[in-house]
């Protein structure tokens, strides 16, 4: 669901490591899913999407798993690079109270140690 | 192709005066979603609309908040006597089609301040 009022949980790789950002969703209806990255003081960037009929997708050095049963989505990073370093957030899109809209996870902030 | 176009980036109030955020979605796209972000936080869905339309406003606080998106013009997201709680980045994302299915563009944000 929503974050609210939670800060953000921190993952601290080794350059070069590969990265594993996990995410939960809320609405078991939802069928689009995307990440996004977010630099200091921008907005988010699209990063890889997929749809509810795929369990994985590969992107350049990124690849998104879907499980649909317990509702978690994970981004994979290979080969992580400081320029990685960012604050990555999950969206779901699907039909909340009636209309669709898109919902962010509460977040995670990627430091890429040197 | 521009992207979506948010202005002003930053923006300064004192308490009681009204802050108007305005957003310019992407060529070709009619749905305008608004969200609010505290600092270390993560994005909170406001409001979402379509040309002339509020479609779920479920997001927003009941008063001083309101939003529009007019036949012509940006999709204003108004603020009235705010309040140092207020301070916030606010983003705007716009998408093609509603229904899904495609990913939300996002601008810039305007980082609200106020003091």
């Known amino acids: 669901g929503e974050s609210v009022g939670l800060h953000l949980p921190t993952l601290s790789v080794q350059e070069g490591d590969n990265s594993i950002i996990n995410c939960a969703y809320s609405?078991?209806?939802?069928?689009?899913f995307i990440w996004y990255k977010q630099e200091s003081g921008k907005g988010p960037q699209f990063i890889i999407d997929i749809r509810s009929n795929m369990d994985k997708r590969q992107g350049q050095r990124v690849t998104v798993l879907l499980n649909k049963t317990v509702k978690h989505l994970s981004l994979q990073i290979a080969a992580t690079q400081p320029g990685d370093s960012a604050v990555y957030f999950c969206?779901?899109?699907?039909?909340?109270?009636?209309?669709?809209?898109?919902?962010f996870g509460t977040g995670t902030r990627l430091k890429v140690l040197a | 192709n521009a992207g979506v176009m948010q202005n002003p980036r930053h923006l300064v109030r004192r308490r009681g005066q009204e802050a108007r955020l305005r957003c310019s979605p992407m060529k070709g796209h009619s749905h305008v979603y608004w969200y609010r972000q505290l600092p270390e936080e993560g994005l909170k869905f406001m409001v979402y609309l379509q040309k002339e339309n509020i479609i779920d406003e479920s997001g927003m606080p009941k008063e001083r908040f309101s939003a529009e998106f007019p036949k012509e013009g940006p999709s204003i997201l108004r603020i009235q006597q705010v309040v140092r709680g207020d301070s916030a980045a606010y983003f705007c994302a716009s998408s093609p089609k509603g229904q899904g299915g495609t990913e939300a563009f996002f601008g810039q944000g305007t980082r609200l301040t106020v003091v």
């Open positions: 969206a779901e899109n699907g039909a909340f109270g009636g209309t669709y809209k898109y919902i």
């Open positions: 609405n078991s209806a939802s069928d689009y």
